[in-house]
């Protein structure tokens, strides 16, 4: 099976700044997906980004970007003018684009606080 | 309101005592899945199906049953929960995977206790 890891399980950043999160997986397939899922306290899974594995442009979504390193398998989350809102936890996860692709795996979780 | 559904929210057991985790989407999606999250592990996927009657195991499926007999649900059944069942569950649901790169849609969780 394929592992995700996030080795950060805690974060902090100022408001305003600027801070990267890290994630790195394990697979020996050439096709699959990488997301960023945010958590805040409400619960609520919710999509940040995503990147598909046979594009070599880093995915951008406004604050919001990757750096994907698929030689290293790294896939970091960078996130711009850190907001209060951004607080949460944060996760990376992983599909597979041919085999076993309805399977997701996901890393534990790095929790993000924003201090103002 | 396009949304996935459960419930209940909160439940607190006790062990043996069979129970049901409703799930419900209302976009046509043919793929759903169900996750338990849990501190430090993050979230691992116990079942999942991708259309009506069809079903297979994610990573943790022991101690859990499914069933997809329409599109829209796909209940979570502990027939005999045991406390280290105690976690967060997510329901999921999405266009069918294969094809296309959708992300997947999660309902607003369940807490289960199980004392």
């Known amino acids: 099976a394929q592992t995700v890891t996030q080795s950060q399980p805690e974060m902090s950043v100022q408001e305003a700044e600027t801070v990267t999160l890290s994630c790195t997986y394990d697979?020996?397939?050439?096709?699959?997906?990488l997301f960023w899922y945010k958590q805040p306290p409400s619960r609520q899974m919710i999509l940040v980004i995503r990147?598909?594995?046979?594009?070599?442009q880093n995915a951008t979504e406004n604050r919001f970007s990757v750096n994907f390193q698929k030689a290293a398998k790294s896939f970091s989350l960078k996130i711009s003018d850190s907001q209060l809102g951004d607080a949460a936890m944060y996760f990376c996860?992983?599909?597979?684009?041919?085999?076993?692709?309805?399977?997701?795996?996901f890393g534990s979780g790095t929790k993000l606080n924003v201090k103002p | 309101e396009a949304q996935v559904t459960q419930n209940p929210r909160y439940l607190i057991t006790v062990t043996g005592k069979k129970l049901t985790v409703t799930c419900s989407q209302n976009?046509?999606?043919?793929?759903m899945s169900w996750y338990r999250q849990d501190p430090g592990l993050g979230l691992r996927q116990i079942y999942y199906?991708?259309?009506?009657?069809?079903?297979d195991k994610g990573d943790v499926p022991e101690g859990y049953k499914v069933s997809r007999k329409e599109k829209r649900n796909f209940p979570l059944i502990l027939e005999s929960p045991s406390p280290n069942q105690t976690s967060l569950y997510f329901c999921a649901s999405s266009p069918y995977l294969a094809g296309d790169r959708y992300e997947q849609f999660f309902g607003p969780g369940t807490r289960l206790t199980v004392l």
């Open positions: 199906s991708m259309n009506v009657e069809v079903t």
């Open positions: 976009m046509n999606h043919e793929y």
């Open positions: 697979t020996s397939e050439s096709d699959y997906y």
């Open positions: 996860a992983y599909r597979s684009e041919s085999f076993n692709f309805n399977k997701f795996y």
């Open positions: 990147q598909e594995a046979y594009k070599q």
